[in-house]
């Protein structure tokens, strides 16, 4: 995650991760989620869906924060947040 100065307490906070899943056939492909993710998390598809747009997609190797903008942003609820279920550590067996 970017930021312009370390905040103090960073090291003590847990930044939440989702997934964004992306509803193909909904999307206008008018790019506001990808526009305004602060991360750019997501880019425009190559591919078209069946009304003939450019969804978004996961851009690999980024991550998302949860912040929701995309999925309160969107004007046709085509993509929404869920959070990354963490695998809990594994216990050790005596
Ligand atoms: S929730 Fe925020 S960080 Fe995640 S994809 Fe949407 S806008 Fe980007
Ligand atoms: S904001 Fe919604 S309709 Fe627009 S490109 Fe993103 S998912 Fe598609």
Same mark, same amino acid.
């Given at each position: 995650?970017?930021?312009? =100065?370390?905040?103090? /307490?960073?090291?003590? +906070? +847990?930044?939440? =991760? #989702?997934? *964004?899943?992306? %509803?193909?056939? =909904? $999307?206008?492909? !008018?790019?506001? $989620?990808?526009?305004? !993710?602060?991360e /750019?998390?997501?880019? %425009? /598809?190559? *591919?078209?869906?069946?009304? #003939?747009?450019?969804?978004?997609?996961?851009?690999? #190797?980024?991550? $998302?924060?949860?912040c929701? %903008? !995309?999925?309160?942003?969107?004007? /046709?609820? *085509?993509?929404?947040?869920?959070?990354?279920?963490?695998?809990? *550590?594994?216990?050790?067996?005596?």
């Amino acid at each position: 995650m970017k930021f312009w =100065r370390k905040p103090l /307490d960073l090291d003590t +906070q +847990q930044v939440l =991760r #989702g997934d *964004a899943h992306i %509803l193909r056939e =909904r $999307c206008k492909g !008018c790019g506001y $989620c990808v526009e305004f !993710c602060p991360e /750019d998390v997501l880019k %425009l /598809d190559h *591919a078209y869906n069946k009304k #003939g747009y450019h969804p978004p997609v996961v851009v690999e #190797g980024k991550e $998302c924060v949860m912040c929701k %903008l !995309c999925e309160m942003i969107c004007p /046709d609820f *085509a993509i929404f947040i869920t959070e990354r279920v963490k695998v809990p *550590a594994e216990v050790s067996h005596v």
